[in-house]
């Protein structure tokens, strides 16, 4: 084994993000804040996908693969306090999408790729199993067609086209920015212009 990066993810870059939405006028209509909060998502899929690189490359064991990943969903589910209520709602919006990444990647690197379907198929029934409001279910299927992203699939964004908007949709958001994050690690610079 190669020595792994210091550090994947750390909660300083975390909290740097969030101040940087704290200081900025953040409209979702307006297309530098809607890149501004899909950089912050993206940068936390990096995180993950350099994770589970290393863990397939053999540089980190599956207890170190699985320990940096429950660090960084710590720190990015961890409630944030915003005065600004729709900031507020956003930052939410971005973990919603990023729980299915950690869910993905925890069960890729525990279990290895789901092998039932394909990640569509996984995703049309996790929206089934919303609409039957069952929820954990949802979660896990969509989390399953992760499995198959990090494997190497590709998951063609217009199966959402068909679904309402709702968790599912939000979660396969989130695995959007992990598919770019396993095709392209390229770390998202906080200081982007």
Known sequence: MSAPPEEFYSEERWQNWLDRIRDEDIDPENEDSARLLLNLQDDVAIA????VTAYDDGD??????????????????DEVEFEDEEKGMLIDGVQTSLLCVFYASEEYVARGPAEDASVEEYVLEASKAEDAEDLDSALGLVAAGGTRIIAGDELDMSVTEELEYGLV??????????????SDPEVVEEDDE
Do not use: P, Y
């Open 169 to 182: 949709t939000e979660w396969v958001n989130g695995l959007d920015s992990l598919q770019s994050a396993m």
């Open 60 to 77: 980190i064991d599956e207890e170190s693969a699985l320990s940096e990943l429950a660090d960084i969903r710590e720190t990015v589910l």
């Open 48 to 51: 993950v996908a350099k994770i």
